[in-house]
């Protein structure tokens, strides 16, 4: 039986050494090999081909993000420009008024005063920023944007109105009685609707400080109709929060992401080229 076995890896090794050592065979083995080659680097040709077609795409796709983006700031601009209106009869009506200047009669409710927040200072609708995570508004302190129930004085309506900024040391109502006022007033301010909950921000529980803009719950919990004004700068109180805190800028990051992927189509052709073709 190892005879056999012995026999048998002995003519297989002849075989082998007989194929290789044949002309005609060798020389299909070499085209073989050669196809083999030509075939593997056929493929890497087009998938390397992926990646400057696709970075290019998403450049272009970039250009039209950019001219969405600046026709965007453009309208907010635009909008909160246009001449004061009068808050509609129908409420309804004021969900195609956002960011439309609106002017109200009556006064606050500072007794149901709550909070949102923690907001950096705007001015001119946008963020003073030093560079870090705080506002440079009021020495870079953090700070709360203060909502009032406001009591209409020609009908029997409650709305809440965002009367603008308080730094942190002054949330406590207590250090600025000067501003609350309580007499009768017109105040002009910006329709605003609720705003998506930002990813890792908790839903609202339970007390008088609120994350984000809903308005659905905060005019429940308050006890008002769904109707939010930001209080323009022109209706701020001596000694109250700072109004105007609307923001109508939006981060616009467009071109360095065009400039990104271009460039990368760019170098990547340039290697695929060098590589495949020349």
Same mark, same amino acid.
Request: aromatic share 8%; charged share 15%.
């Given at each position: 039986m190892?005879?056999?076995?012995t026999g048998v890896m002995i003519g297989t090794m002849l075989l082998r050494r007989s194929l290789h050592t044949s002309p005609r065979i060798s020389r299909y083995l070499r085209q073989n090999e050669i196809l083999r080659g030509n075939k593997e680097s056929s493929l890497a040709k087009y998938a390397f081909l !992926?990646?400057?077609?696709?970075?290019?795409?998403?450049?272009?796709?970039?250009?039209?993000?950019l001219k969405w983006k600046e026709s965007l700031?453009?309208?907010l601009q635009t909008k909160t420009n246009l001449p004061t209106?009068?808050?509609?009869?129908?409420?309804?009506?004021?969900?195609? @008024?956002? $960011?439309?200047?609106?002017?109200?009669?009556?006064?606050?409710d500072h007794s149901r005063e709550m909070y949102l927040g923690p907001r950096s200072f705007l001015k001119g609708g946008d963020s003073i920023s030093t560079g870090g995570l705080?506002?440079?508004g009021a020495g870079?302190?953090?700070?709360? $944007?203060?909502? !009032?129930p406001f009591i209409l004085s020609d009908r029997n309506l409650e709305i809440l109105v965002n009367r603008g900024w308080v730094s942190q040391d002054q949330k406590n109502p207590a250090t600025r009685k000067q501003g609350q006022v309580t007499q009768e007033i017109v105040l002009e301010g910006i329709v605003r609707h609720s705003e998506p909950r930002p990813t890792f921000v908790p839903k609202y529980q339970s007390g008088n400080t609120w994350s984000y803009r809903n308005l659905s719950e905060m005019s429940t919990?308050?006890? !008002?109709?769904?109707? $939010?004004?930001?209080?323009?700068?022109?209706s701020d109180v001596p000694?109250?929060?700072?109004?105007?805190? !609307?923001?109508?800028?939006?981060?616009?990051?467009? @071109?360095?992401?065009? @400039?990104?992927?271009?460039?990368?189509?760019?170098?990547?052709s340039v290697l695929w080229w060098k590589q495949f073709v020349k």
């Open positions: 190892a005879n056999c076995k !992926t990646i400057p077609v696709t970075t290019l795409g998403l450049g272009l796709w970039q250009i039209s993000r700031i453009e309208e209106v009068n808050l509609p009869e129908e409420l309804f009506e004021l969900n195609d @008024l956002e $960011y439309r200047r609106v002017q109200v009669r009556g006064h606050f705080m506002s440079a870079g302190k953090s700070g709360y $944007y203060v909502i !009032t919990v308050m006890g !008002t109709s769904p109707v $939010y004004l930001d209080a323009c700068v022109d000694g109250g929060p700072i109004g105007g805190q !609307t923001r109508i800028t939006m981060r616009n990051e467009h @071109l360095s992401y065009i @400039l990104t992927w271009l460039g990368i189509s760019a170098g990547s």
